[in-house]
């Protein structure tokens, strides 16, 4: 028999938030990267959305897509503070969004919040973004600018997390470009 969805604030002690991650937040790394520890996670699926590459990223976005699915994990006990670091992390790209998972291994309902891309009519969204292809090609330089992005935080003009990451990505292009002119 299936159990009913948990009420939504009195599952979870005061102030502890559950979020539905399904790119880059995945790895452990990063995680720990932006909230200095990683809290309990668990596999879960999130019905009706669909997981994009974005041309010019090498991050996610989802979008709600009428019979499709995303795969990815549910972080527990994330505290008002962690998430209010997080929405700074997803930055304007993203809205956070309350949305209904299931967890994989026990097909329970809960409800989660997760960051859905805020152009829903974004032409760069392609395809689908694969987790472990992201690992082996992207995971260092994604780790390096979410290390470089958290030290800015701490910083009196901190950048947003798309100016961290498009001043890194242009940083990454230049010497590639400067052999090719040399070579």
Do not use: C
């Amino acid at each position: 028999m299936a159990m009913p969805p948990p009420p939504p604030a009195a599952a979870a002690p005061a102030g502890a938030h559950s979020v539905f991650v399904y790119g880059s937040l995945m790895a452990d790394e990063v995680v720990r990267a932006i909230l200095k520890r990683v809290p309990p996670a668990a596999p879960a699926i999130l019905p009706n959305y669909h997981r994009f590459n974005v041309k010019g990223r090498i991050y996610p976005a989802i979008l709600p897509v009428e019979s499709k699915k995303v795969a990815g994990m549910v972080v527990m006990g994330i505290t008002d503070e962690e998430l209010l670091v997080l929405d700074a992390f997803e930055d304007v790209e993203y809205t956070r969004t309350r949305v209904e998972i299931s967890l994989t291994d026990s097909s329970e309902k809960m409800l989660a919040d997760t960051y859905v891309w805020s152009d829903a009519e974004d032409p760069d969204l392609y395809g689908e973004w694969d987790f472990e292809e992201w690992k082996k090609l992207h995971m260092k330089d994604f780790l390096t600018m979410t290390n470089g992005f958290m030290h800015g935080l701490e910083q009196p003009e901190a950048k947003t997390r798309v100016e961290t990451y498009q001043s890194f990505m242009q940083q990454q292009e230049q010497p590639a470009s400067e052999t090719q002119v040399e070579g």
